[in-house]
């Protein structure tokens, strides 16, 4: 019942910036968590930003710390991820993630950044 649907993925050098979008759709009441995640060919899935609407806390995975910028709009339903600096080995398919009250664990389809050196 709920949808994912990101955008702004691409290619861009390395030192530059990138802004993810992942618009939430459908039947969810409440959103607990909302953030991106991503994973790299032969890497595991992991935690780029979340941001933990319970709690009030955003969590960054230690890569992305002082680099990424995560934000909500709360009247669009709508989660940015701001990619500044660029580098190399950010290079991985981002994938939306989204945690609501009628729904748990959802996914977007994924969007591909590419950052070449």
């Known amino acids: 019942q709920v949808q994912l649907v990101e955008s702004g993925g691409g290619l861009v050098q390395a030192g530059g910036s990138l802004r993810l979008s992942c618009a939430l759709s459908?039947?969810?009441?409440?959103?607990?968590?909302m953030g991106w995640y991503r994973q790299a060919p032969e890497n595991q899935r992991e935690l780029v930003a979340i941001i933990i609407t319970r709690v009030g806390r955003t969590n960054y995975g230690d890569s992305v710390k002082g680099r990424f910028t995560i934000s909500r709009d709360n009247a669009k339903n709508t989660v940015y991820l701001q990619m500044n600096m660029l580098k190399p080995e950010d290079t991985a398919v981002y994938y939306c993630?989204?945690?609501?009250?009628?729904?748990?664990?959802?996914w977007g389809q994924g969007t591909q950044v590419t950052v070449s050196s």
């Open positions: 993630y989204a945690d609501t009250r009628l729904s748990r664990d959802n």
């Open positions: 459908g039947t969810f009441l409440s959103i607990n968590a």
